[in-house]
């Protein structure tokens, strides 16, 4: 159902939704390339008057000097930013690939096959989804406390896939409903269950996967409520809740927009990815 | 109608060593218990103990000063959220920001998954663009919002401005604030919403199309007969993810508007963060958690019920 | 306590800030107690691999970084320095009843007094050298910072928050003088209803934003500036009341509130905001922390009010409330050596260096104008020089330090251990007597309630 050109209502409506997606995200982005003064003035200015680099090279630790003689100083926060940044990386990366390891086959069972317990099996795992981590979040630090799991990697990985596993898990139900019911005829022709579902089932399903496995990568990246208590201040704190930094006590929004810019690099690098995808199922 | 299976798969073609040798299969419950239990016993241990302990502490009055003290006071704080008016109105924002979030979330995700459908062939990037709200955490949606919307920092103000008008327009009013909130939720999420629609777009096979131009159906009816009963599924399942992240969403809120102006966006998981983590009155808030949990599962039960056992057959 | 210096500028800072210690403590003040009085240094080199936890909340994290690097140069600590952000005295608390790795710690005076009733915190009293630390600070301080007898912490820095700042530049152009300038807090509304009879839309931006520290606080400073007590200092029963201090301020309040002066955003806004909306230029009046004046006239920060901000005088009335910090040490389970490595980077950084120098807090009060509680560094021509740079006009240095002497400090609801409880509590109630246009009288009833229901509460 592809339209071969561009109509005028498509045309308003691409652009409608090019600026619904880029103005909130360029209002506040562009203070990363404002100074303190340009930032806090009223009316507010719509496009930087004088760009300039500075708040990136601040927040990794670095001076930065404009034409002028000025120097800008590095921040504070550069230190917890870097690490912030790799512990993201490394949190996320685990979390998604033991998502991914576990929910595949529960929820290509659960949007597949018939058994007697499965209304209440898959009750019990949405259960879970349901939590809002606020009335988790104290229990968890008690627990963890005891346990000598705050301010580790670890830890916040163990809660991280409380969140990630119900998700990904119903979301996939709904993909794997979809498609085409091949494994009958695999099972006739005498393929086993486990053969059937990573080979023929889960490369089938190769899309859905991946929208799966940057679901869970993008929770992990993203998370901020367990953070803020279980890793901030430590030697695994993760990039959320290091930028955070410099949104209390004192103003920084340049350092607070140009660290913001740097944490959705990853997960815009994946969405593209993701879009080429798309692309090559849409060549049938 | 599907990548993959269009292209040979390496996979699925016979290999040397080929289909397994037959033997006993398992059945669907014994296939089904083996695959989902120990995930179940990962979630059971590391879920279940933080939620007892909430429950355990929803029934005591704990006590940090002049010594660590847990007095076992019955249902004292369940019946103390009942009359708390705090309660009460937290719980009023907190379904409306849910209502107008799914609402939202769905129409623009619909409208954003059929602009990107109708995209030339030279086009499809614009998808990945599309793509990139859903990639932002919700705390940066939340900082995002607070400058777009407050009057000092914001559009409104900076558009008003260029057309003449010396006036600072500010969407975090008490007023509006939930709607405002809602909107930057939905601005969050839609795109996921839209993508997976999209995904399932594309599988309507082409004919059907051309079946509805042989019986002249105008494009509202083509969108109705032909487009949205295989989104059907897909859209019951995002309105129960939205409502379930809607009631759940907290650092939106808590880097947008603090809970504010006032307590006007103070919604349900504010008012317990505050009672538990900023008051230390960890009974009482636990017992308030649970009312929350009670709040998730019935709605998105009531989701199922009246639409749900619909669709997901 | 109201201070004049009218007899004419003093030239030396040293007679200045002696005549204003003496006035703060009312208490004899023995001259400059002098940097040559430097005892033979004990050594603050650490003595284990162990590393030393330190948290604060982020302010100038550039700044303190380098100082604890510095540190660990000279003296081979292992300190490690991070912040903790968002809800600070609530991560902090959990952190405390949770043993963390956590040693030493930035706390204000009421949630100082708070981890220290919960038992988690080793007072200064502890260290070798607290009764020189305590002779050394201005009484009325260390008073605010002990509790139960034990010093709490040390000095991180002592400024006043609800200094009331005036854009000069919009006053004049509203048609105004600096003598039409008010004096009082009724002056100040007066003042603000004129200025936008006069065409200024946007003429006061009150302390009414979101943070632990902005509401509420905005409420207590202004009873006491009015001459009014929240609650007695010894017994922490409530003192307010309808038709005192308390119900005047309210009923301004509310008065400011309906009348849509207000942009109702404030409500919202963290620290940043705040300070972002004054520096726009776009307010005339606005309560803001003493050391932010700094901010305010330095035109690389703030181009749009730099030179024009100055300060409401004392001389009728006292303007905010002390508002300090301290530097304190965690209680957790340690070796002894570890606790050893944990009092001597406390003192290096809170006290003196081993060179006698106090160069972390003349390090704040040069950059950020950050005052300290050590008369030793707030005698010092440094200091002078310090607040001079960061003033609008050169009477103003007088102003300030006039401000800094006659504030007030909340001891009956801070130095309780109830006291963030109450200040929670308020920053509600505050709130919703402004949106939803509750009755004065209701308000403050219900506040002296709480603070009763809090007293029993603890046993009190």
């Known amino acids: 159902m592809t339209r071969k050109r561009f109509s005028i209502w498509l045309i308003l409506a691409v652009a409608v939704a090019l600026l619904w997606t880029f103005l909130p995200m360029y209002w506040t982005i562009k203070y990363a390339f404002m100074t303190k003064t340009e930032i806090a003035s009223f009316p507010p200015l719509s496009f930087p008057p004088a760009p300039q680099l500075a708040s990136f090279f601040n927040i990794f630790g670095f001076d930065y000097t404009l034409p002028d003689g000025t120097v800008i100083p590095a921040s504070g926060q550069a230190r917890q930013v870097m690490l912030g940044l790799r512990n993201s990386m490394i949190v996320s990366v685990i979390v998604t690939t033991i998502t991914m390891v576990v929910v595949l086959p529960v929820a290509y069972v659960f949007a597949r096959l018939e058994f007697t317990a499965k209304g209440k099996l898959l009750a019990a795992i949405l259960l879970s989804v349901s939590l809002p981590p606020v009335s988790t979040l104290i229990p968890f630090y008690a627990v963890y406390v005891q346990l000598g799991l705050v301010g580790t990697i670890t830890g916040l990985v163990i809660v991280t896939l409380t969140i990630t596993i119900p998700i990904v898990v119903w979301m996939l139900i709904g993909f794997f409903r979809n498609l085409p019911p091949i494994e009958q005829l695999a099972r006739i022709d005498g393929f086993s269950r486990l053969y059937t579902f990573t080979r023929i089932i889960v490369p089938m399903a190769r899309s859905g996967v991946l929208v799966a496995s940057v679901i869970a990568f993008l929770f992990a990246w993203n998370e901020y409520v367990y953070a803020q208590v279980l890793v901030t201040g430590s030697q695994a704190v993760t990039l959320p809740a290091a930028m955070s930094g410099f949104l209390f006590q004192v103003p920084e929004p340049a350092h607070l927009a140009a660290s913001l810019l740097v944490s959705l690099l990853p997960p815009f690098f994946i969405a593209f990815f993701l879009q080429r995808h798309i692309a090559e199922m849409n060549l049938v | ?313 | 306590m109201t201070v004049k210096f009218q007899e004419g500028r003093r030239r030396h800072l040293l007679r200045a800030t002696t005549a204003l210690s003496g006035l703060l403590a009312a208490a004899v003040v023995a001259g400059s107690l002098g940097v040559s009085a430097v005892s033979a240094q004990e050594s603050f080199e650490a003595i284990t691999d162990e590393n030393v936890y330190f948290r604060g909340w982020q302010f100038r994290t550039d700044v303190v970084q380098g100082n604890v690097d510095t540190y660990n140069e000279t003296m081979g600590g292992n300190v490690d320095y991070a912040t903790v952000t968002g809800d600070y005295p609530a991560i902090m608390e959990q952190n405390l009843i949770a043993g963390g790795e956590l040693d030493v710690l930035y706390a204000n005076p009421s949630s100082a007094v708070r981890y220290f009733e919960g038992g988690w915190i080793t007072p200064a009293t502890a260290l070798p050298n607290s009764d020189e630390i305590m002779e050394d600070m201005y009484p009325n301080i260390r008073e605010a910072w002990t509790h139960n007898g034990e010093l709490l912490g040390l000095s991180y820095f002592v400024s006043v928050r609800g200094t009331l700042l005036a854009n000069l530049e919009l006053i004049e152009e509203a048609g105004f003088t600096e003598e039409d300038l008010p004096a009082t807090w009724p002056e100040l509304y007066d003042m603000v209803y004129a200025l936008n009879e006069a065409g200024v839309d946007t003429p006061f931006l009150p302390h009414w934003f979101a943070e632990y520290f902005g509401i509420s606080w905005g409420f207590v400073f202004e009873v006491m500036n009015r001459g009014g007590v929240v609650a007695d200092a010894e017994t922490n029963e409530p003192m307010l009341s309808v038709d005192g201090p308390a119900g005047e301020t309210l009923a301004d309040w509310k008065e400011l509130w309906n009348s849509g002066l207000v942009p109702e955003e404030v409500l919202s806004y963290n620290e940043a905001a705040f300070i972002d909306a004054y520096r726009s230029g776009r307010y005339v009046f606005s309560p803001q922390q003493l050391y932010d004046i700094k901010t305010f006239n330095d035109e690389s920060q703030s181009a749009d009010v730099a030179g024009h901000i100055t300060l409401l005088s004392s001389e009728e009335q006292s303007w905010g409330l002390i508002d300090s910090a301290m530097y304190m040490m965690t209680s957790r389970d340690r070796a002894e050596d570890h606790t050893q490595d944990v009092m001597n980077f406390t003192s290096w950084y809170g006290y003196k260096n081993e060179e006698g120098e106090y160069a972390v807090a003349n390090r704040w009060l040069e950059e950020n104008m950050l005052f300290s509680a050590y008369r030793s560094v707030m005698e010092s021509d440094m200091a002078r020089e310090a607040i001079e740079s960061a003033v609008a006009r050169p009477e103003d240095y007088q102003t300030l330090l006039d401000v800094y002497a006659t504030t007030d400090y909340p001891a009956g609801i801070w130095n309780v251990v109830w006291a963030e409880e109450f200040n929670s509590w308020l920053r509600d109630k505050l709130f919703a007597f402004l949106q939803n246009d509750l009755p004065v009288e209701e308000v403050i009833n219900e506040a002296n309630a709480e603070i009763e229901r809090l007293n029993d509460r603890y046993g009190l």
């Not at chain 2, 990548?3 to 040798?21: I, L, Q």
């Not at chain 2, 809607?246 to 809120?253: P, Q, V, Y």
């Not at chain 2, 947008?256 to 006007?264: K, R």
């Open chain 2, 1 to 313: 109608m599907n990548g993959s299976s269009a292209r040979p798969s390496r996979s699925s073609e016979p290999t040397p060593h080929g289909a397994p040798k037959p033997r006993r299969e398992l059945s669907d419950l014994q296939f089904a218990l083996v695959v989902t239990v120990p995930v179940l016993l990962f979630l059971v241990v590391v879920v279940a103990y933080p939620l007892g302990y909430a429950l355990y502490m929803s029934f005591h009055d704990i006590r940090f000063f002049g010594g660590y003290s847990a007095e076992f006071i019955g249902g004292e704080n369940y019946a103390g959220v009942l009359s708390d008016s705090a309660f009460w109105g937290a719980l009023w924002l907190t379904i409306r920001f849910t209502i107008v979030t799914v609402l939202l979330g769905l129409l623009i995700g619909l409208g954003l998954a059929i602009v990107l459908r109708d995209l030339p062939p030279g086009w499809k990037w614009l998808r990945a663009l599309i793509i990139l709200p859903w990639a932002v955490s919700p705390y940066g949606t939340g900082i995002f919002f607070a400058y777009l919307g407050r009057g000092q920092t914001g559009f409104g103000t900076a558009f008003a401005n260029a057309l003449g008008i010396d006036e600072a327009i500010n969407f975090i009013s008490a007023q509006w604030v939930i709607e405002y909130l809602a909107f930057g939720n939905a601005w969050n999420m839609a795109p996921l919403v839209a993508f997976f629609l999209l995904a399932n777009m594309l599988t309507i096979p082409k004919r059907l199309y051309h079946l509805a131009a042989l019986d002249r159906m105008n494009r509202f009816e083509q969108f109705w007969n032909v487009t949205l009963p295989p989104l059907r599924f897909t859209l019951f399942v995002f309105s129960c993810i939205l409502t379930v992240l809607a009631l759940k969403t907290f650092d939106f809120i808590f880097t947008q508007t603090q809970g504010g102006p006032g307590n006007a966006s103070s919604v349900l998981t504010y008012l317990i963060y505050r009672i538990s983590f900023v008051n230390l009155n960890l009974g009482y808030g636990a017992a308030m958690s649970f009312f929350l949990l009670a709040l998730i599962l019935g709605l998105t039960g009531a989701l199922f019920f009246f639409w749900g056992r619909k669709v997901s057959r």
